[in-house]
T-cell receptor, first 116, second 111 residues
Framework: NAGVMQNPRHLVRRRGQEARLRCSPM?????VYWYRQLPEEGLKFMVYLQKENIIDESGMPKERFSAEFPKEGPSILRIQQVVRGDSAAYFC??????????????FGPGTRLTVL | KNQVEQSPQSLIILEGKNCTLQ??????????LRWYKQDTGRGPVSLTI?????NTKSNGRYTATLDADTKQSSLHITASQLSDSASYICVVSEGGNKLVFGAGTILRVKS
């Protein structure tokens, strides 16, 4: 049973380009979470999705950022018109249930986005 | 503002020694507290999860404690190994879908 997969592991974009980050949850997990980690800081919650639904996007910037988790395929975090401040590590986590109790969230290895 | 504060920021110990990492939180309401280990360049890995009613929980050489009254937690590592070198992150759940992460304590174990 493979763990949470994220790709690419490293992504370099120029200002104004689009970045698409992919996350494949663990087999059997239908809940996906995206987090952002800036250098020297803790992870910050961005968005929580179930299949085909966004449950909580309160941590995601209102502009330029969007996320989806389609019925088939990986979850996608999309950043349009990237700026240098978007440079960070983006982690995806998955859980079999909602993660609201003591359910563990399993993290992927992260995608390190660098905006030139 | 809900916060999770960890101390020390970084720590260097000799292999075989014990150490204790601290976590203070102001997250409310409180559902559970988790400790994660994050190796450089990797995602966090869960070590322990404790609910309000649990005071201590062990996972091998890792022992976490929780005082919900003072809103403090500690992670004790016994007989440290070189592979324990990592960032240790205290994470508090307020009962919803979001986890509040501390900035982590960077531990380096030297031979």
């Amino acid at each position: 049973n493979a763990g949470v997969m994220q790709n690419p592991r490293h992504l370099v974009r120029r200002r104004g380009q689009e970045a698409r980050l992919r996350c494949s949850p663990m087999k059997g997990h239908s809940h996906v979470y995206w987090y952002r980690q800036l250098p020297e800081e803790g992870l910050k919650f961005m968005v929580y999705l179930q299949k085909e639904n966004i449950i909580d996007e309160s941590g995601m910037p209102k502009e330029r950022f969007s996320a989806e988790f389609p019925k088939e395929g990986p979850s996608i975090l999309r950043i349009q018109q990237v700026v240098r401040g978007d440079s960070a590590a983006y982690f995806c986590a998955s859980s079999p249930l909602s993660g609201t109790g003591t359910d563990t969230q399993y993290f992927g290895p992260g995608t390190r986005l660098t905006v030139l | 503002k809900n916060q999770v504060e960890q101390s020390p920021q970084s720590l260097i110990i000799l292999e075989g020694k014990n150490c204790t990492l601290q976590c203070n939180y102001t997250v409310s309401p409180f559902s559970n507290l988790r400790w994660y280990k994050q190796d450089t360049g990797r995602g966090p890995v869960s070590l322990t999860i404790m609910t309000f009613s649990e005071n201590t929980k062990s996972n091998g050489r890792y022992t976490a404690t929780l005082d919900a009254d003072t809103k403090q937690s500690s992670l004790h590592i016994t007989a440290s190994q070189l592979s324990d070198s990592a960032s240790y992150i205290c994470v508090v759940s307020e009962g919803g879908n979001k986890l509040v992460f501390g900035a982590g304590t960077i531990l380096r174990v030297k031979s």
